[in-house]
């Protein structure tokens, strides 16, 4: 009889088999969860950092590795945080980190598609980026905002800067529309009340004890601006006076056919009391007020060349070319005279006088004081004797050297001459001041309206007869150099809209606030 156990033993193994099988089956294995691949994620990109963007195709092959500090050379992924960011920062198209990691894992991407690979990332690892910001991160946020707000102070800086008064044009008329003669009477005219009320107005402004005090016989109310600045609305009108005078001098020279009048000489005078009043008067910290120190220096300098250009210069030139075809006569005179003289005659030389015995007996026997020296003992002693003996008398000068001809010179023309030099040396220093107190920025801060008149006009430097001087809105020109002679008219004409600009910010009324010459005063 066979035995049963193996059988047994054979079915127990069976069915524990079954049963392990059963049971693993019927318990899956466990998978991860997605927390804990978004933490694993999280801290491998902690750990990896910033992986650079591969370089594009078209760029030129590495350097050697020797050039390590070669700017076409990669920063290695052991390198620190701040230079990776550094270069991907000097990328053109300034990939954020998500798209250094999406485009590692395929072909270079160009500039143009960088933008696209960054739009079309995954939406997991946006979140898992964003959701721990790095330092980093933190800072190229504040640099971007910075970047930002300086490109809108810069913007709003650049808008401020455009923004200028635009003038009216107005339709040219031409010079030969103008009545120069009339033009010169009626700013005379009113050069004239200036200066008066603007004299009369200073001298109320000092001291009751004060030698020059002269009171107002109808004073200005307490309440009105000419009373609460006494001292500054007179020098603008006196100011004004000074640019009517110099405009009324310009058409004067238009009127006739002369470009030079005597009305200029007669300008200096009054432009120089002016000048020092503002100077005593114009404070350190004011700006504007110096502007206008500035504008006096500007009509003086123009003053002084056009003197030069246009009286001193043609007179000069003039009395020059005279004195030149007299020395070229005088020069043909001499050269024919020295053709005339013959050349066979020759000097005789001087007889020389035969030595009389003794006084070669008495030289034989003589001995020098001083062997060595070929200057006698006693020759400073002779030297003083004979200059006592000539007294006084001036050493003759020395004769002008051969073939060179002489001519006489009137004083007249060494006068002009030496008054040529000092107008154009004050012409220089008038400008050289002005420039410290006027100029283009200086008209741009605080004289904006006239700014505007000027650098926005359609006008050339030579059209000087085109704005009217009553116009407040028309096109003005830059005054240009001085050393031509002209564009004194800009300057009177740019003046003018200064002061009537800064007068209306204080009250300053112009002609319709001048005091009245009474009947019968002397003019001036």
């Known amino acids: 009889m066979l035995d049963p156990r193996p059988r047994i033993k054979k079915r127990f193994v069976a069915s524990l088999s079954r049963s392990f099988l059963n049971r693993t089956r019927s318990s899956p294995r466990p998978r991860p969860s997605s927390k804990i691949t978004r933490e694993r994620l999280l801290r491998s990109l902690q750990i990896i950092g910033t992986i650079p963007a ?19 050379t990669l920063p290695s992924v052991s390198s620190s945080k701040r230079k990776l960011d550094t270069s991907g920062d000097t990328d053109s198209a300034k990939r954020p980190r998500t798209g250094k990691h999406a485009a590692a894992s395929g072909s270079a991407p160009t500039p143009s598609s960088s933008v696209t690979s960054v739009v079309s990332s995954s939406t997991s690892s946006e979140t898992a980026l964003s959701s721990v910001p790095s330092t980093n991160d933190k800072t190229k946020e504040a640099g971007k905002s910075s970047a930002v707000a300086g490109a809108s102070t810069a913007g709003d800086a650049s808008t401020r800067a455009l923004t200028v008064y635009e003038p009216v044009r107005r339709p040219r008329h031409g010079r030969d529309t103008l009545d120069f003669r009339a033009m010169h009477k009626m700013f005379y005219a009113q050069a004239r009340q200036f200066k008066y009320s603007g004299e009369a107005r200073f001298l109320s402004t000092y001291p009751q004890s004060h030698a020059y005090y002269r009171p107002l016989k109808e004073p200005p109310a ?24 110099v405009y009324a001098a310009w058409c004067q020279d238009h009127s006739y056919s002369g470009p030079f009048n005597d009305a200029w000489e007669t300008i200096p005078s009054y432009l120089h009391w002016c000048k020092q009043n503002w100077k005593g008067y ?88 001083n062997p060595g ?44 001459a030496k008054r040529l030099v000092s107008q154009q040396a004050a012409a ?70 200064m002061v009537r600009e800064f007068g209306r910010e204080i009250g300053y009324t112009s002609m319709d606030g001048i005091i009245a010459k009474p009947v019968g005063t002397a003019s001036g």
């Open 54 to 72: 591969p370089l594009p195709p078209e760029l030129p092959p590495s350097p050697p590795a020797s050039r390590s500090t070669s700017p076409a």
């Open 222 to 245: 307490k309440s009105t601006p000419y009373h609460t600045h006494g001292g500054l609305m007179a020098l603008l009108e006196s100011l004004e006076g000074l640019l009517c005078f």
């Open 282 to 369: 114009v404070r350190e910290e004011s700006v504007r007020e110096k502007s206008f120190l500035g504008l006096i220096h500007m009509i003086a300098g123009f003053t002084h060349q056009r003197i030069v250009r246009y009286k001193l210069s043609p007179a000069l030139d003039y009395k020059s070319k005279q004195y030149l075809t007299e020395i070229e006569e005088a020069a043909k005179a001499q050269a024919a005279a020295e053709t005339a003289r013959p050349t066979n005659a020759k000097a005789t030389p001087p007889e020389k006088s035969l030595p009389s015995p003794d006084t070669d007996a008495a030289s034989a026997n003589s001995t020098p004081a």
């Open 373 to 416: 020296n070929s200057t006698p003992a006693n020759a400073s002693e002779n030297r003083n004797d004979e200059a006592k003996r000539n007294g006084n008398k001036q050493p003759p000068t020395r004769p002008p050297a051969e073939g060179d001809p002489t001519i006489s010179v009137k004083q007249s023309y060494i006068s002009s």
């Open 428 to 497: 220089s220093e008038e400008m050289r001041n002005s420039e410290k107190n006027l100029s283009l920025p200086t008209m741009r801060e605080h004289f904006p309206r006239t700014f505007g008149r000027m650098v926005c006009s359609t006008l050339s430097a030579e059209e000087e007869y085109e704005p009217d001087m009553e116009d407040a809105d028309g096109e003005l020109f830059w005054p240009s150099q001085c050393v031509t002679g002209d564009g004194i008219a800009w300057v009177c004409l740019m003046g003018r809209a």
